[in-house]
T-cell receptor
């Protein structure tokens, strides 16, 4: 059974600092997703990672995937308050690309 | 391009009642999947439909059901509501090879 673990679950950081969120998963998968969720809102797609070594960047966020280690990272560079949200990683189950198993989420708070 | 539309956005029901939630996918998308989000269990996969056929089902009791129509619109139904069914129900549609899922704003169900 595919399991997805994220850490940390909560992250409070100062503006301007860097930090990394980790996402480990238990069985083979060929795609990994990162989503952002603001309070009371839906999920916003950030990145889709499809192959080993994939790296994608958008603004202050960069995601990478190591399929051999079954590990993805979401790196935050020079955090700003607008990045405060909950970030989820999700892994596609092998029996269906449309069945995502989500991590517990990382609640990020960026302090001035 | 319109996004994924879910109705109703908010609803309150009492135990024992049933509820039907509706989802209109992005135009051209044929896959619709449903997720339940609760503070305790996080985001959990309910089921996925493609061309009116259920392709995958999560670990939920038979009280949870769904269907998809020929225009790709989908509905999910929960019968004999329980307090624990209170949740945000998210619908997602996909139409690309990446399996990227685009989520609607959700239907927030409160069971009293």
């Amino acid at each position: 059974e595919l399991k997805v673990e994220q850490n940390p679950l909560f992250l409070s950081m100062q503006e301007g600092k860097n930090y990394t969120i980790y996402c480990n998963y238990s069985t083979t998968s060929d795609r990994l997703y990162w989503y952002r969720q603001d309070p009371g809102k839906s999920l916003e797609s950030l990145f889709v990672l499809l192959s080993n070594g994939a790296v994608k960047q958008e603004g202050r966020l960069m995601a990478s995937l190591d399929t051999k280690a079954r590990l993805s990272t979401l790196h935050i560079t020079a955090a700003v308050h607008d990045l405060s949200a909950t970030y989820f990683c999700a892994v596609a189950a092998m029996d269906s690309s449309y069945k995502l198993i989500f991590g517990s989420g990382t609640r990020l708070l960026v302090r001035p | 391009k319109a996004g994924v539309t879910q109705t109703p956005r908010y609803l309150i029901k009492t135990r024992g009642q049933q509820v039907t939630l509706s989802c209109s996918p992005i135009s051209g998308h044929r896959s619709v999947s449903w997720y339940q989000q609760t503070p305790g269990q996080g985001l959990q996969f309910l089921f996925e439909y493609f061309s009116e056929t259920q392709r995958n089902k999560g670990n939920f009791p038979g009280r949870f059901s769904g269907r998809q129509f020929s225009n790709s619109r989908s509905e999910m139904n929960v019968s004999t509501l329980e307090l624990g069914d209170s949740a945000l129900y998210l619908c997602a549609s996909s139409g690309y090879n990446t399996g990227e899922l685009f989520f609607g704003e959700g239907s927030r169900l409160t069971v009293l």
